[in-house]
């Protein structure tokens, strides 16, 4: 299996284990923060990648897809120390995302 591909899995994967521990948090599951916690590995992992191997014109937007998942681990931060505010770091990636989802690399 070439790289990218690999790579690919692993992201999708890791967006489908961050979005069962969101749910699981919401539901209050202990189980919930670990699950979105292995999640964000491979999330934030590809997504650094992304920005040190990118084209040079496609580093703004890959730095904008780093400070999402920035984000997103501010967001695991508070669900680890139990804050309500977690909310608030997932809708700020949730709208870095929808903004580079509409620009083209």
């Known amino acids: 299996m070439e790289l990218n591909k690999l790579l690919s899995t692993l992201y999708y994967i890791g967006m489908v284990m961050l979005l069962i ?6 539901a209050e599951s202990s ?3 670990y ?13 650094v990648y992304n920005l040190i191997i ?9 730095g904008i897809f780093v400070i999402s998942a920035i984000m997103l681990v501010l ?18 990636s ?9 620009r083209r690399f």
């Open 35 to 47: 699950l979105y916690a292995t999640g964000l590995l491979p999330v934030f992992g590809v997504r």
């Open 75 to 92: 967001a695991g931060v508070a669900m680890f120390t139990g804050r309500s505010y977690w909310v608030l770091f997932l809708a700020i």
């Open 31 to 33: 189980a919930g923060f």
């Open 21 to 26: 521990g969101i749910v699981l948090h919401i």
């Open 54 to 62: 990118g084209r040079p014109e496609s580093k703004r937007k890959h």
């Open 94 to 102: 949730a709208v870095l995302d929808f903004y580079i989802s509409f």
